[in-house]
C-alpha cells in the first residue's frame, strides 16, 4: 500500500523519501497545476509553494549530473549549479555535480552564470550536425552523441561510464517526452500545485507518441495543499 506522509519533522526525514538508489537512476522533477498547466506567463515560478523548493533543493544535492534542455536554461535564467558542497561532501559525494545541457543548435550564451559562474565546466550534448560554437567550447565540454539530432541514450550511457549514475533531469517538457519516448525514465517526482491555471500552458512531456510505460507510486506527501509525488518503475530492468 502506497504510504501517504504528513511533511517530515526534519531535512532527514525527507531526504529518506527521496534517496539515491544502489542501481542506475535517471530522476526527473517536474511541477505543474492541478488542471495540468506546466507554467504560469510561460515560467514555472508561479506554481512553486511551501516544501517545492526543499525538494528541488534535495534532490540537487543528491544527484550526479543535472540534466536540463536548452531551452530551459534560457527560459529559467539558470545559473551556476553549486547545491551545498559542504552537505554533498558530508555525505560521500564529489563537492559539485555536473551540469549537463542538451541543446542540438548550441543556441546559448557562453555569458550566462550557468557558463561564466560554473565552478566546473559544465557539459553540451548535441548532435554531429550542430553549427560550430567555438564560444560555446571555451566554457563547456561539448560532445556530440547522434547525428541529426542528440542520442540521449548515448548521452546517460556516457555520464554513467564517468561515474555518475544518479541522474536528475529538470525540463524542459520536450526532453522529458523525448526521454519517455526512449524509455530512459527510472523515476518521477511531481509536485502537484493548487491551482488552475487553464489557458494554453502545456504539460510537463511532449514530443513523439510512445507506448505508455507502468509507473508505481512510491509515496504521496503533502504541505499547506501543496502534494508531492514520487513514481518509480514498476519494475526495474
Sequence with gaps: MTALHSWPSDADGLARLYPRNPHPTLRVNFIASADGAV??????????????????????????????????????????????????????????????????????????????????????????????????????????????RVDLAAAVRHLHERGATQLLCEGGPGLLGSMIAEDLVDELCLTVAPLLVGGAAGRIAQGTPAPPRRMSLRHALTRDDMLFLRYARASTR
Aim: glycine share 8%; proline share 7%; hydrophobic share 45%.
Design 39 to 148: 507554467t504560469v506567463d510561460g515560467l514555472s515560478a508561479g506554481l512553486q509553494g511551501p516544501g517545492d523548493k526543499e525538494i528541488f533543493d534535495l534532490l540537487r544535492v543528491s544527484c550526479d549530473a543535472l540534466i536540463v534542455a536548452a531551452g530551459t536554461v534560457r527560459a529559467e535564467k539558470y545559473d551556476a549549479l553549486r547545491p551545498d558542497p559542504a552537505r554533498r561532501l558530508a555525505n560521500g559525494l564529489s563537492e559539485f555535480p555536473l551540469m549537463v545541457i542538451v541543446s542540438g543548435s548550441l543556441d546559448l550564451d557562453p555569458e550566462q552564470l550557468i557558463f561564466a559562474d560554473a565552478p566546473i565546466h559544465p557539459i553540451v550534448f548535441t548532435c554531429r550536425r550542430a553549427p560550430a560554437a567555438a564560444r560555446i567550447a571555451e566554457v563547456a565540454e561539448v560532445i556530440a552523441v547522434g547525428e541529426d
